[in-house]
């Protein structure tokens, strides 16, 4: 399975994006049954849960995205979003899909993410 991120650019402060992550390689079921997720990690710092999905099919953000960054998914295309709005110079990292818990084995692994930079 290939966790494949993209939409991830060089932005001004203020501005929007939008993230698609492509579970490849995976069978529907499979991705149904995962609680997807994204994450970040911002440079020389430790990657952190952004927003995932709940067992219910609710949502949750970490408190400095909340209000600010939507994740949904289609789930017939087995891709993930994260738009990302009022950007700020604090939200750039790297942005990363996984499950979550996320998994990191010989058949599902992190993917290489996709940069976002946020200038002043």
């Known amino acids: 399975v290939q966790l494949q991120a993209s939409g991830g650019g060089l932005v001004q402060a203020g501005e929007s994006l939008r993230l698609s992550c492509v579970v490849r390689?995976?069978?529907?079921?499979?991705?149904?049954?995962?609680?997807m997720a994204w994450y970040r990690q911002p440079p020389g710092k430790e990657r952190e849960l952004v927003a995932r999905?709940?067992?219910?099919?609710?949502?949750t953000y970490a408190d400095s995205v909340k209000g600010r960054f939507t994740i949904s998914k289609h789930n017939s295309l087995k891709t993930v979003y994260l738009q990302m709005n009022s950007l700020k110079q604090s939200d750039t990292a790297v942005y990363y899909c996984?499950?979550?818990?996320?998994?990191?084995?010989?058949?599902?692994?992190w993917g290489q993410g996709t940069q976002v930079t946020v200038s002043s």
């Open positions: 996984n499950a979550y818990p996320p998994i990191d084995s010989n058949i599902w692994r």
């Open positions: 390689g995976s069978i529907l079921s499979v991705f149904n049954s995962k609680i």
């Open positions: 999905f709940t067992t219910l099919g609710d949502t």
